[in-house]
């Protein structure tokens, strides 16, 4: 072997070395995160839950502003925070769709209630006799979900901010005997007459219609803070946990499959140099598994579709150059030259024609939906390490087989189809 | 390659094929449209999974029932996805609508589970259309001027018209198939995009690199062009379409119309790079020389 070819392999295992710690250590994060359930970040469709789309709208103070949004934002991702949900996703759009906040909440089953916890303003109220005595987002201290110390029934305990606490036991003292009713939003949450005094700013809110669930619902909004504008609901998705695992299985088997049926094909059309295209293709899936890691990014359903289709295109390049060698030895070159001939005058076909398709994902990843950017992004990650893995990777295996000085030599290169001069 | 093909003299009755398969395409798309999900139309959709058989029929009769009368359900559109499961949709539902209904299911078929439940606002559709029509543009508009760039300017026309044949057959196809599409088959669409110009690339990139090398007949040169890349179409469509394939039989029922659109578009998009994209620029090149021909016969005043 000479000096080139021993340099190319070292650099060969060089990658394969990397992609192999690259997968092994951010999997195990992954794995790590989601409880073992999965070493990639899985979309709702895959792994089931609840996804909402909320639009921010016009705040009753002012115009709306990018700096709304953001505090909406926050806001939900607080309350989220509360309710205790896995590696939740709480981000707000680009572009256009700038009002618009994208809420995925993985294994989460009830609608009802996620909509509840992320769309509800949370402005907590005061109303004595009907008329409003305090109000607004900044009134309470604490809020906790738990059972009233009178009833034992659930119960949301609060306390009131000290300057609020003050002004509420001036009303409580002033009022003793009177009606006094809190209110969350526009709806009468808890209410009764003023027995005595309360000093402290302490009170509970339970009664109704409220159990434990919705308990936890009011104490992570009102701990999640007040949105600063009213909100509403686009679009909403929910897939049941156990639907997800289904499509993740099919999918996985589907692409099996697929990677096999692939491998198989190469393999008896192009005999060796197909092996050593299955071997540069099996490395393309573990870069782009460790791209795809390191990315952080979320798998969904178009993404794994995305990636099965890569593969089917990954291999055009490979496909391009074997049919390109094959002439080349047809012509009646040696085997060395016909593979680096083969190489270089493929190049500018295989440049044009992804840089073409790039030009379709990029375009696709910026006007997008959130689904169609994962399958966009995959594509993408695809095409360029494809072209990486099929030229630089292949080219090297290719020289190190044909090697004259190594055994492997001549007695492969029949495969390419061309006659032996 | 042995044997050679000579796709030239029948350029003509490739592209007539073609166009009478576009007309058609347009006409389906004209008459009956695309069959739109939820996505485009906004609503609800519910995946459902019942403990025992179950007729769509019977579903409509609770959805009929006076109690729902208020939440206008109509028909309501059934379609059956796999064993005892169902998708269902209708217009759009409220959370507590949305449980209304299940529990109008639950009252009439015992246990029925909710897999899933999808709902749209209007609004979003209508954007996702936009959007998509905006994004096929800005993509065919970039590729035009990258290859006109890299190649010549009629290279990048007829590669566009490839392009636009093939949208157009696989959005044809699903007028005529009825098969529901919903924003994956927008991707589907750029996909068949990107694919179809990458396929037509590889030709003209051949005809590209034979027109510098030799000096031979316009006609023969494109068809030698052809022949020499045609093993590398076929393989590199074979590849693809056996990864697609599989994914549309053992894949998710809930991405059909993604691959399916993938199918046909990658399909078309094999068979114009062949016949439809190097016939337009072999036309139009020698139309062009024809004219130039005939300026120059003219005497100069």
């Not at chain 2, 179809?196 to 068809?223: A, C, H, P, Q």
Request: aromatic fraction near 8%.
């Amino acid at each position: 072997m000479n000096r080139r070819t021993v340099r190319g392999l070292v650099f060969v295992a060089l990658v394969v070395a990397a992609t192999a710690t690259t997968v092994h250590f951010e999997g195990r994060e992954r794995l790590a995160e989601t409880g073992g359930r999965s070493p990639l970040r899985l979309g709702m469709d895959l792994q089931g839950g609840v996804m909402l789309v909320m639009e921010v709208q016009e705040p009753a103070t002012g115009p709306l502003t990018p700096q709304v949004v953001e505090d909406a934002r926050l806001a939900m991702e607080r309350r989220i925070d509360q309710l205790g949900i896995v590696e939740p996703v709480v981000e707000s759009l680009k572009g256009d769709n700038w009002r618009r906040i994208i809420v995925s909440l993985p294994g989460v089953t009830d609608l009802e209630s996620a909509l509840n916890v992320v769309g509800r303003q949370g402005s907590l109220s005061f109303k004595l006799n009907g008329v409003t005595v305090l109000s607004g987002g900044d009134l309470l201290a604490e809020a906790n979900a738990g059972f009233s110390s009178r009833t034992r029934e659930p119960a949301v305990h609060i306390v009131l901010k000290p300057a609020h606490a003050r002004e509420f036991a001036r009303i409580t003292r002033e009022h003793v005997g009177e009606m006094i009713e809190i209110y969350l939003d526009d709806e009468p949450v808890v209410g009764g007459v003023i027995q005595t005094e309360i000093p402290d700013g302490r009170g509970e809110i339970s009664g109704g219609d409220i159990d434990l669930k919705k308990a936890a619902e009011i104490s992570a909004i009102l701990r999640g803070g007040v949105l600063p504008a009213p909100v509403e609901h686009k679009e909403t998705r929910f897939v049941d946990p156990t639907l997800g695992a289904e499509i993740s299985r099919k999918s996985l088997i589907a692409g099996v499959i697929g990677i096999a049926a692939v491998f198989a094909y190469m393999v008896a059309f192009y005999r060796m140099p197909g092996v050593l295209a299955c071997l540069a293709l099996s490395l393309y899936i573990g870069i782009v598994a460790a791209v795809f890691m390191s990315l952080g990014a979320t798998l969904s359903l178009a993404g794994i579709a995305g990636f099965i289709l890569s593969i089917g295109m990954a291999v055009d390049a490979n496909i391009i150059i074997f049919e390109r060698i094959k002439e080349e030895l047809r012509s009646g070159k040696r085997v060395r030259s016909a593979v680096e001939a083969g190489f270089t005058r493929a190049w500018s076909a295989i440049l044009d024609g992804n840089a073409t398709t790039l030009i379709a994902a990029a375009i696709l990843f910026y006007f997008g939906s959130t689904r169609v950017q994962g399958f966009a992004l995959t594509l993408s990650i695809g095409i360029l390490t494809s072209m990486f893995t099929a030229i630089v990777i292949t080219r090297i295996l290719l020289r190190a087989v044909t090697d004259p000085r190594t055994s492997l030599g001549p007695r492969f290169f029949g495969a390419l189809g061309g006659e032996r001069k | 390659m042995i044997t050679q093909f000579r796709f030239m003299s029948r350029s003509r009755l490739f592209l007539t094929i073609s166009g009478v398969a576009i007309v058609v395409s347009i006409a389906a798309l004209l008459i009956g449209g695309l069959n739109l999900g939820i996505d485009f139309t906004s609503g609800t959709l519910f995946w459902l999974k019942f403990e025992r058989d179950v007729m769509p029929d019977e579903i409509r009769q609770v959805l009929a029932d006076p109690v729902l009368a208020d939440l206008k359900l109509g028909k309501g559109m059934i379609q059956r996805i796999g064993e005892q499961q169902f998708t269902l949709r209708v217009p759009s539902l409220q959370p507590d609508q949305q449980d209304r209904v299940m529990d109008a299911l639950r009252a009439a078929f015992g246990r029925v589970s909710s897999r899933g439940v999808d709902q749209v606002d209007p609004r979003i559709g209508s954007e996702l259309t936009r959007n998509a029509l905006v994004s096929v543009i800005i993509a065919s508009v970039g590729i035009l001027i990258y290859i006109a760039l890299r190649f010549e300017f009629r290279f990048g026309v007829a590669g566009l018209l490839a392009l636009v044949h093939d949208v157009l057959i696989t959005l044809g196809f699903f007028a005529l198939t009825r098969v529901e599409v919903n924003s994956a088959f927008v991707a589907a669409l750029l996909t068949v995009v990107g694919y179809s110009i990458n396929d037509t690339i590889i030709v003209f990139d051949r005809i590209r690199e034979n027109l510098r090398v030799r000096k031979e007949d316009l006609g023969s040169l494109v068809d030698r062009s052809i022949n020499e890349t045609l093993l590398r179409s076929i393989n590199t469509s074979g590849t693809t379409l056996i990864a697609v394939i599989a994914l549309l039989i053992f894949g998710a029922p809930t991405i059909r119309d993604f691959t399916l659109a993938l199918l046909v578009g990658i399909a078309s998009g094999t068979y114009s790079s062949i016949f439809i994209a190097s016939p337009i620029w072999y036309e139009w090149k020698i139309w062009d020389r024809k004219r130039e021909r005939a300026a120059a016969m003219v005497p100069k005043k």
